[in-house]
């Protein structure tokens, strides 16, 4: 198993401009997260996703979106970048409720 | 929302020496608490958790603390070696296994 898997590792975006993150996992879980870790600020939960098709908001989703079309893949999606999202991104993935999250390697992003 | 507190937000202990480190959180129906551990540069990995119907969980030199009704829970790491260095993160879970995280502890370990 390859776990959770995130790409790509770094990225640099102009302020305005769009991505998306990826982030796939190869463990059937149905419980996928994604968060962002700022210095002193610890992790804080984005967007969330309890099975395929089920998405909702967590405690900083402004300017981000999510899909979870299948169980395996559920992409982060920035539409205008901003210097405020200077961040490094984690996807993490969960077999079931009360287990914890197995998290991916991250994506450090800088916008400019 | 959850609201997750921790502290302290750095310690040093010597080898050997014990290290706590503590929680609070808001929601009483958050029911499940994990520990995370990070090296520099790496991911977040779990370290030990613990369910709201238990008050005490041990796994060789890691052991965590829950007191429900204060509504704290606490991490305990004795006989702390050099590779016991790294940042420590607290979470507590409410409903739809959303995860709120603590701000972290950076554990150093003295030789």
């Known amino acids: 198993n390859a776990g959770v898997t995130q790409t790509p590792k770094f990225q640099v975006l102009k302020t305005g401009q769009s991505m998306t993150l990826q982030c796939a996992q190869d463990m059937n879980h149905e419980y996928m997260s994604w968060y962002r870790q700022d210095p002193g600020m610890g992790l804080r939960l984005i967007h969330y996703s309890v099975g395929a098709g089920i998405t909702d908001q967590g405690e900083v989703p402004n300017g981000y979106n999510v899909s979870r079309s299948t169980t395996e893949d559920f992409p982060l999606r920035l539409l205008s970048a901003a210097p405020s999202q200077t961040s490094v991104y984690f996807c993490?993935?969960?077999?079931?409720?009360?287990?914890?999250?197995?998290f991916g390697s991250g994506t450090r992003l800088t916008v400019v | 929302g959850e609201n997750v507190e921790q502290h302290p937000s750095t310690l040093s202990v010597q080898e050997g020496d014990s290290a706590v480190i503590k929680c609070t959180y808001s929601?009483?129906?958050?029911?499940?608490f994990p520990w995370y551990k990070q090296e520099l540069g790496k991911r977040p990995q779990l370290i030990i958790d613990?369910?709201?119907?238990?008050g005490e969980k041990k796994d060789q030199r890691i052991a965590v603390t829950l007191n429900k009704t204060a509504k704290h829970f606490s991490l305990h790491i004795t006989e702390t070696q050099p590779e016991d260095s790294a940042v420590y993160f607290c979470a507590a879970k409410r409903a739809g296994n959303q995860f709120y995280f603590g701000t972290g502890t950076s554990l150093t370990v003295i030789p």
């Open positions: 613990i369910r709201s119907n238990v």
């Open positions: 993490a993935s969960s077999p079931r409720v009360n287990y914890g999250y197995t």
């Open positions: 929601d009483s129906a958050s029911n499940y």
